[in-house]
Each structure stands twice: as C-alpha cells, then as structure tokens.
C-alpha cells in the first residue's frame, strides 16, 4: 500500500539536541494526521523537514513517494504549506497575495484568475479580495492563507497549528472550512496542534509526540479507549493524610491515581459511585472534599496517560524563539 | 522567469502602497547636498578685520585705503578701526573680530628708506579656513601695493598662464555625484538590507521557500525589485540635485541616458553588494547598526567629497575596492564634464564585474531552508 506522507526514523539535531528523535509514521490518502504535543515537542520541526524547509539530520521522508531530500521541488509541487506564522504580506490585497503566489507555482493568465476568485469565494473572502491585508482580523488572514496554500491545487496540505492565536469563533470557522475543504479538494491533511479539543475535531489519527519522540498513535477513539477507566475525576481535599493515595487507589471501580500537588487525578470505570465513595471515605478520614470534577476520558487524559505529564505543565517551556520564526532548538 | 516578476511585482507594489522609505532613501542625500554643498561650496565674508594704524604716514595710509577697498568691494571682511594694540587684541582673544592688521610705528619709514618694511595680521588660527582666506586676500593685496613702474610691454621672464577647460565647478557641484551615489546606496541599504531581513523574521520568506522557486531566480528577484526601488531614487537625485546645484543643460537627452545607464549599473553594484552582505543574517537589528559603519566606510574614501589623491595609502586601498569610488567617478565625468561613455568604461566594467561577483557569492551562500 503507498501512503500520501512515509516518514521512517526521521531525525533532526541541533548539536547535542535531538528536536525529532527517530519519528516513522506513515498517513494515508485523504486522512487527517494531527500531530499532538506541546510546544518544544518537535512537532514543527518535523513539518518542517516534510515541507523541505529542514534538512533532517538521518531517516527518510517520503511525500507522494518523493524524497524530501533527493526530490524537494516535486515535494514542493504537491503540498500546500501553512506555516505557524502568519505569513501573508500585510501591504498587498487578499487578491494580491493569492496572485503572487499562483504566479510563484507558475499558474499565470485566465487559470491564475480564475483558481484565485474560486478559493477567495471558498474560504468566504470574496468582499474583502481587494482589501489590504493589514485590515483583516487573525481569522480572516488565516483563512487567506489557508486559500494561498492551495492556490496551485495540492493534495496534501501542512498546517502548522492553524488555529493557534485565534479566538474560539474563528477557530471553529477555521475547522469548518478545513473539513470542507479535505472533502471538496480530496486532501490529505497533516496538522500540528495542541490543543486536544482540535486534533479530536478534525484529526482521522493523532500522533502523540513528546520530546522529539512518537509516544502514541491511533484515531482519537482508540486513543481514548486505551486510557484505564472510562471517567477521570479530579478530586482534592482540606489535607491529604500519609497513605491517603492507596486509600484512594483501593476504592471500587478506580482503575488509577496519580497525584499532581494537592490534586487527585483518578480513572474510574463508573465516575458517579466512585463519586460517592470518595464523599464517604473523606466523611470517615475526617476530611473535606474541596474541589471535585467528573468528565468523560478527553486527549489531555490520553496525553497524560502516555506522557506522565499534563499538555499544559510543558506549553513554552524548553523553546527557544528566533524571531518570528519560533525556531525549536532548546 | 515568471517567479522572478512575481517577486518583483509583489515589492513594487508594497513600494507603491508605502513609499516612505525610498522617499527617506531620497530626501537624506538631497539634504547632505544642500547642507553640505552650501556649507562647505562658498566664500567667506564678512570677517571682522580690526586695524591699528601706529605710524599715521602716507603708505600706511595707502595700505589702509586698499584693505578698505577690499572689504567695499569682496567684502570677505569689515574693518573695524582701533586706537591701540591692546584693545584690538583684547577683542581678537574675546572673539569679537576675527584678526588685527597691526601697521607698526615708523612703518612710512621704512617704506621710503627701502628698509624691510612689514606690517603684521594678527589671526585667530583655531579656524584654519578663516586664518587661510585672510592671508589669502592680503598677499593677493600686496602686489597691487608693491607695484613698480610699468614693466615693457615684451616681458623676457617666462610665466604661467592657466586655462580651465571646464566652467567653474562649486563644491554644491562637486558634491552632487557623492549624493547620487549615497541616494542609491541609501535605497539599497532599506530594500536590500532592512526590508530583506525584516520580511525575514516576520516568515515572509518561509513562503517563497515551500514554493519550487530557486535560489537564483529567488536572489534574482530580490537584486532586481531592490534595484528598480534604488534607480528610482538615483534618478530623482539626478534631476532634483542637477536643478539644485545649478549643473548646466541638466536635461540634455544624451547626458541623461548615459547617467540612466549608470545609475542601473550603479543600482545593481549596490544592491548586489548589500544582498551579499546580508545573505546569513537573521537579526533584524544587523542591517540597522551597519548602516552608520557602511555609510563611512565606502562613502568618504570613494573621493565623493575630498579628493582620492589625498588620502592616507591604507584610504586609498579602501578606495580601489570600494564600488562607491567607481560610481562617483563615472557621475563626476558625466555630471561635470559631459563626457562620453568612453570616459566611464572602466568605472561600468568595474561594477558590472562587481555585480557579478556579488550575486555569484550570495547566490553560493543563499541557504534554501530555514
């Protein structure tokens, strides 16, 4: 079977660091491929070496069967790029913009014309086209450049966290148009995100990458099934007495806990009586319950169960910025 | 070659939607000359000449009649009588004149008697320019003053006639090619340096580079779209500086194609050199403290506004390698003289191979990845 992207033991260093540290994974045609990880975890790192913007240190990257490093400009040839930062020139038009770039791939005259009204008109910026782009809102410019990555009709598209810096409504409008876009243009997507609720939205798989390694990979669903208990609940307490975590642990139906400061994080196959059993035995110890949550298994509690730590304990940390280019060197 | 234009149309029109940068690229050496070319161009006058006359007799009278006669006529200086030695020179110390004409006691005498008559200038010599014109003038006073009898009409002595081929040319002139090439270099220094590594850093070229461009059509497009910008700013120094320093028949059509010509080669060697230059830099900060270090380096020693020949050996090797010295050459014999473009060959092949050169090596050390 030929796959769309074949990433095997992909490596990239900076001196000592390893930012992508033996990553093989392989995504199929027309699926979502979210990559999942904090910042600093080499996830643009990676996108980077599969857009030919990297050369990897070792391992080998394959895009509809071409060497990123042998064949870049046929890799270049079939994939749209949306790079983290917003790169569109704030200067010129939305038409202006999509021009330059149709006429940078080649595609010149009528089709040139014709390819940029018809993605302007997908991505809803028809009114705006001749509108500088400094005018536009974030959400605005990342639908533009959303459009400029497939203004010469690739079919596999890199989106480095499309929707990072973005305010919930526009994020949503980015996963609308995303998901119509795969299915009207035939995509394959590979996407970097860190937020859980958006690689569960949009992604077919998710890799879980964690310091520069693959840590997991399956759908959202097998994911979150793989995770002990089919609850998680958060639970603290007025005092945590010595033993306190095997008490907890021995309760009816706790598949798990794992204790982060005060707080207890439990996996429970049946959250409303493990509910009511952590009331009791709090009543019985003496103690108060202060705070308690109960919720459904999410891909933070998938990336908590791989990683040992939680997505938002590690966002900034470890990272270098250069610029704007947010290089990962650590 | 289409991707080449796209790079190109996509700064010109950034240019058109903003030009105040190239308008700044324009208006500084524009002000330099005006500044500069008036500063240093004119003739002093009005200096304040305090005379004390001490010995009251006929040829000092003369003399100060002449010196009056001057300051009438040239007005390089007012005169102002003084009484006494002392009072003239308590004022020139003060500052209030600028030096003492001191005709001593028994000076009538010795002007009869053929005994080495002097009289002294007492100068101010903390301003070499002042105390240069004073002498000047009154050594060029003296012979007037010593004149013998008519001397025959067939003189046996050889002597010098000079004969300028050229109308006089004010410093505002000679200043102007200077300004031309600063204007150019000034354009170069914004597109090629500050504008290239800010679009940089803010990821623009992320997305040329995930396009199959090339590196030399990417360098290509580059050089060209920040050429264009610089020639534009060449050309409205040509025209604006030729009205403002007075150059005469500014607008012929022949001079101006061939100052055309050179400002485009001109516009290449700079832009390239600047691309070089900035080739592996990422800081946006760079190009900005360059600029100071650059404008020094290559603006002075190219004899843009003192003469090469003047210059210390180690200015002078500056001066070879320098595309400035190249550039203001060729704009001095087109701008000053009118000359053909025979006379500015070496200066276009110098920067047509310095051009070469520069966009060879920047195209070599081009990285094509982040």
Redesign the interface.
């Known amino acids: 079977m030929s796959f769309d992207v074949e990433v095997e033991n992909l490596t990239k260093c900076f001196g000592d660091f390893c930012a992508v540290n033996g990553l093989s994974f392989n995504v199929e045609h027309g699926e979502v491929f979210g990559l999942l990880g904090p910042n600093g975890a080499g996830k643009s790192t990676l996108i980077?070496m599969l857009?030919?913007?990297?050369?990897p240190t070792s391992g080998t990257g394959r895009i509809n069967g071409f060497d990123i490093v042998r064949s870049p400009?046929q890799v270049?040839?079939c994939?749209g790029?949306i790079?983290?930062?917003?790169?569109?020139?704030q200067?010129?038009s939305a038409e202006?913009n999509m021009g330059?770039?149709a006429?940078?791939?080649?595609i010149?005259g009528e089709k040139r014309r014709r390819i940029v009204r018809e993605l302007l008109a997908a991505v809803d910026l028809t009114q705006w086209a001749d509108k500088?782009v400094k005018m536009f809102s974030g959400g605005m410019r990342r639908r533009l450049e959303i459009a400029?990555g497939l203004v010469h009709q690739p079919n596999i598209f890199f989106l480095d966290e499309p929707t990072t810096g973005l305010d919930p409504v526009s994020r949503v409008a980015v996963w609308e148009m995303l998901t119509r876009l795969k299915t009207e243009r035939d995509l394959t997507i590979l996407m970097t995100t860190h937020y859980m609720d958006e690689a569960d939205k949009l992604c077919d798989r998710i890799a879980i990458v964690d310091h520069g390694k693959l840590v997991a990979l399956d759908s959202p669903l097998k994911l979150k099934a793989s995770v002990p208990g089919k609850n998680t609940l958060e639970v603290s307490f007025s005092e945590t007495p010595a033993g306190w975590l095997q008490t907890l642990e021995s309760l009816p139906e706790v598949a798990g806990v794992k204790a982060e400061d005060h707080i207890f994080r439990i996996s429970s196959d049946n959250g409303p009586r493990t509910v009511v059993e952590l009331v009791e035995v709090a009543r019985h110890a003496g103690l108060t319950v202060t705070s308690l949550s109960v919720q459904s298994t999410t891909l933070d509690d998938v990336f908590v169960h791989y990683t040992g730590h939680q997505l938002r304990d590690t966002l900034q940390s470890n990272v270098v910025y250069?610029?704007?280019?947010m290089?990962e060197k650590r | 070659m289409h991707r080449i234009l796209a790079i190109i149309e996509r700064d010109l029109r950034r240019f058109r939607r903003s030009p105040t940068l190239v308008m700044v690229s324009i208006i500084m050496p524009l002000v330099q000359l005006l500044v500069l070319g008036n500063a240093f161009g004119g003739k002093l006058k009005h200096l304040v000449v305090g005379v004390v006359d001490q010995d009251h007799g006929l040829p000092a009278i003369k003399l100060k009649e002449m010196f009056q006669a001057v300051a009438a006529n040239a007005r390089t200086f007012d005169t102002v009588p003084y009484i006494d030695q002392a009072t003239a020179l308590k004022d020139l110390r003060n500052g209030r004149i600028n030096a003492v004409l001191n005709i001593p006691p028994q000076f009538s005498r010795k002007v009869f008697a053929g005994a080495n008559p002097r009289f002294a200038l007492i100068e101010d010599n903390t301003d070499q320019f002042i105390a240069s014109a004073l002498e000047g003038t009154l050594n060029q006073m003296l012979g007037p003053y010593n004149q013998k009898p008519p001397p025959p009409l067939i003189s046996a002595d050889a002597s010098l006639a000079v004969v300028e081929i050229y109308p006089y040319v004010p410093y505002i002139q000679y200043l102007l090619p200077g300004s031309t090439v600063l204007a150019i270099f000034v354009s170069a220094m914004i597109g090629g340096g500050i504008i290239f590594i800010d679009d940089k850093a803010r990821g623009l070229h992320e997305g040329y580079l995930v396009t199959p461009i090339s590196k030399f059509e990417l360098i290509m497009g580059f050089n060209l779209a920040g050429a264009m910008k610089a020639i534009i700013a060449g050309a409205v120094l040509i025209s604006a500086g030729s009205l403002i320093a007075g150059i005469p028949d500014p607008f012929n059509p022949a001079r101006l194609a061939r100052l055309l010509l050179l400002v485009v080669v001109t516009s290449l060697a700079l832009i390239s050199f600047m691309f070089l230059l900035m080739v592996r830099v990422n800081d946006p900060l760079v190009p900005r403290a360059m600029f100071g270090v650059l404008n020094t380096v290559l603006f002075f020693p190219s004899g843009a506004v003192y003469p090469v020949s003047a210059f210390p050996a180690w200015m002078k090797v500056i001066a070879i390698a320098d595309p400035f010295t190249y550039a203001v050459h060729g704009f001095k014999e087109l701008l000053l003289k009118n000359t053909g473009v025979g006379a500015i060959a070496y200066d276009l092949l110098f920067l047509g191979i310095f051009t070469a050169l520069s966009m060879l090596t920047a195209t070599l050390l081009f990285k094509r990845t982040l």
């Open positions: 980077r857009t030919t913007l990297v050369p400009n270049r040839r994939i790029v790079p983290q930062a917003m790169t569109s020139d200067d010129l202006e330059i770039f006429k940078l791939y080649g010149t500088p400029r250069s610029s704007a280019h290089y």
